[in-house]
């Protein structure tokens, strides 16, 4: 089992940047997927992004691609996010996770993720 700790989130004006970082304690191999999720009040869990910790595979939510890139650092075993250009709608609880057995058609669901940080809030203000 792996620990994930998030950090970075905070009070941001639209058109601004954040970045998240995700610290996982544990083993993490090189077919397990790391993703991204946030959560706004009163609305479900919502893919952002994912990759797997190779590398070589990534993907984005429609509503964030071009402006959001996924990395991960192997040697410190932390994955980011970089948000750019961020807007209003962006605002959530964010929440990073890791996939052991990942099914590349089920990146972007919630429930096949096994591990999750607590969260941190982002508030973009406009």
């Known amino acids: 089992q792996v620990q994930l700790v998030e950090s970075g989130g905070g009070l941001v004006q639209a058109g601004g940047s954040l970045r998240l970082s995700c610290a996982a304690s544990?083993?993490?191999?090189?077919?397990?997927?790391m993703g991204w999720f946030r959560q706004a009040p009163g609305k479900g869990r919502e893919f952002v992004a994912a990759?797997?910790?190779?590398?070589?595979?990534?993907d984005y939510a429609d509503s964030v691609k071009g402006r959001f890139t996924i990395s991960r650092d192997i040697a410190g075993i932390t994955v980011y996010l970089q948000m750019n250009s961020l807007k209003p709608e962006d605002t959530a609880v964010y929440y990073c996770a890791v996939n052991y057995a990942p099914a590349i058609s089920r990146l972007s669901v919630p429930s096949s993720y096994d591990d999750w940080g607590q969260g941190t809030q982002v508030t973009v203000s406009s």
């Open positions: 990759i797997t910790w190779s590398g070589s595979l990534s």
């Open positions: 544990g083993r993490i191999f090189n077919s397990n997927v």
